[in-house]
């Protein structure tokens, strides 16, 4: 395929440089005529020669990404880039749905739109599926000592009255709107009580580090006390989560068909550097299934 393309460029750069010396022979072009001539079929053979080459590459491109797509193991990003892979591989569930991470709100914040349609989907397999789903998260101290925790390592200082805090309140001022929107538009969905009043998004959901903390506690409770009652749900205590809690989650569906899992950094907040990845390969998760499995063994 690559020397085709060659053959093309070249035939393409006779096509137009073999009637310029015919031109420099012709009496009737002075020389500044013939070496306008000349570069305006040099510019239009460049100009063709490129567009193949563009689309040359556009179909390498293409191929690479369809051959990474194809590996049994492959990386799908840092949170929350990740987060519609999960949502892909809930949807694909049949049998079996086995969750382990953080919260039950996992990017409920970071990534609200993605998060309302995982939400939904595990909702759908709830009710409507014949999907049995075992579910393991941090309990309610947990989750708070997490969520205080990325605060606290983001700011030195836990303080509403800080220009550090205002500068959060800046930068997460789109995440706020989509929460807010979540929380007005499925609020009756999540059992999810919308303030009265106040001024904006920001205002309601994180005025201050604590009305961020309670923000996020409220919308994990809601989305526990939504879930279904056949729905097998285990809440481990951990008094400090990012350093006692498990150093994988994972999202396994039908057994061993398929896994989205996450490294948890050993030191960090536990969030920003969540790196996600994808694998089919069954021995990978069979691993995967038995950290899940001791969880059950040591309770």
């Known amino acids: 395929m690559l020397h085709r393309d060659n053959t093309r460029a070249y035939i393409i750069?006779?096509?137009?440089?073999?009637?310029?010396?015919?031109?420099?022979?012709?009496?009737?072009?002075d020389v500044n005529r013939m070496l306008g001539v000349e570069a305006v079929a040099l510019a239009v053979a460049a100009v063709l020669i490129a567009i193949l080459h563009t689309n040359k590459l556009e179909g390498v491109a293409d191929d690479?990404?369809?051959?990474?797509?194809?590996?049994?193991?492959?990386?799908?990003?840092?949170f929350p880039s990740y987060l519609p892979e999960v949502v892909e591989l809930v949807g694909r569930a049949t049998k079996s749905l086995t969750i382990l991470c953080d919260t039950p709100a996992h990017g409920a914040f970071s990534n609200t739109d993605t998060f309302t349609e995982y939400w939904m989907k595990l909702r759908h397999?709830?009710?409507?599926?014949?999907?049995?789903?075992?579910?393991?998260?941090?309990?309610?101290?947990?989750?708070?000592?997490?969520?205080?925790?990325?605060?606290?390592?983001?700011f030195e200082v836990w303080d509403a009255r800080s220009d550090k805090w205002d500068a959060w309140k800046v930068r997460n001022c789109a995440n706020c709107k989509a929460f807010d929107r979540l929380a007005r538009d499925r609020g009756s969905a999540f059992k999810l009580q919308v303030p009265e009043g106040g001024g904006g998004p920001t205002d309601t959901w994180a005025d201050t580090p604590?009305?961020?903390?309670?923000?996020?506690?409220?919308?994990?409770?809601?989305?526990?006390?939504?879930?279904?009652?056949?729905?097998?749900?285990?809440?481990?205590?951990?008094?400090?989560?990012?350093?006692?809690?498990p150093s994988v989650y994972f999202w396994l569906r039908d057994d061993d068909q398929e896994a989205v899992f996450v490294i948890v950094p050993v030191r960090g907040i536990g969030v920003r550097d969540l790196a996600g990845f994808h694998t089919r390969e069954p021995e990978l998760i069979r691993a995967l299934g038995t950290v899940y499995a001791h969880r059950e063994e040591g309770r």
């Open 13 to 29: 750069l006779l096509v137009f440089a073999i009637p310029v010396p015919v031109i420099w022979l012709s009496h009737h072009f």
């Open 210 to 245: 604590k009305a961020y903390v309670e923000s996020m506690m409220a919308i994990n409770e809601a989305v526990l006390s939504s879930f279904d009652g056949s729905t097998k749900v285990e809440e481990l205590e951990f008094k400090e989560p990012l350093r006692e809690g």
């Open 64 to 78: 690479l990404h369809d051959v990474s797509r194809s590996l049994p193991t492959r990386t799908v990003g840092v």
């Open 125 to 154: 397999l709830m009710v409507d599926g014949d999907v049995s789903i075992k579910c393991t998260f941090f309990d309610n101290g947990g989750r708070e000592a997490l969520h205080r925790a990325q605060i606290e390592e983001d």
